[in-house]
Nanobody
Framework: QVQVVESGGGLVQAGGSLRLSCAASGRTFRTYTMGWFRQAPGKEREFVAAINWSGGSTYYADSVKGRFIISRENAKNTVYLQMNSLKPEDTAVYYC?????????????????WGQGTQVTVSS
C-alpha cells in the first residue's frame, strides 16, 4: 500500500500564491509519476499537473499553464505544486496521486493511490 498525504491548502485572495506539498510513502516501487487533480463543488475531478519521478518531465492542464509549477524533491519523497496568480475558479479540493505511467499523465485512471485532499479557496 502507498500512503499519500497532501498539505498546504488554505484561503488566499485572488492574485495570491500557495504551495501545496505531497509526500508518498510505503510500497512506492511502482510509482513513476505523481500528479495533482482538483474537484470543485458540483463538478467533475479535473487534471492539474503531473511530473515524472525520475526524469522530472512535467505536464500541465491548459487552465493552469504559466501560473502553476510542479516540482519534486527526491530526498524527501515529496512533490510540490506552486500556485501563483490564483483565481476564484481555482477554488477546489486538490488531490495528489501516484501512478504507474512512465510519462506524466493527465488521466485519472493512470493513478492508483490518492491522498485525502486539501482545500484551496480563492476569494475575489
Amino acid at each position: 500500500q502507498v500512503q499519500v498525504v497532501e498539505s498546504g491548502g488554505g484561503l488566499v485572495q485572488a492574485g495570491g500564491s500557495l504551495r501545496l506539498s505531497c509526500a508518498a510513502s510505503g510500497r512506492t516501487f511502482r510509482t513513476y509519476t505523481m500528479g495533482w487533480f482538483r474537484q470543485a463543488p458540483g463538478k467533475e475531478r479535473e487534471f492539474v499537473a503531473a511530473i515524472n519521478w525520475s526524469g522530472g518531465s512535467t505536464y500541465y492542464a491548459d487552465s493552469v499553464k504559466g501560473r502553476f509549477i510542479i516540482s519534486r524533491e527526491n530526498a524527501k519523497n515529496t512533490v510540490y505544486l506552486q500556485m501563483n496568480s490564483l483565481k476564484p475558479e481555482d477554488t477546489a479540493v486538490y488531490y495528489c496521486a501516484t501512478g504507474t505511467s512512465l510519462v506524466p499523465s493527465g488521466k485519472s485512471y493512470d493513478y492508483d493511490y490518492w491522498g485525502q485532499g486539501t482545500q484551496v479557496t480563492v476569494s475575489s
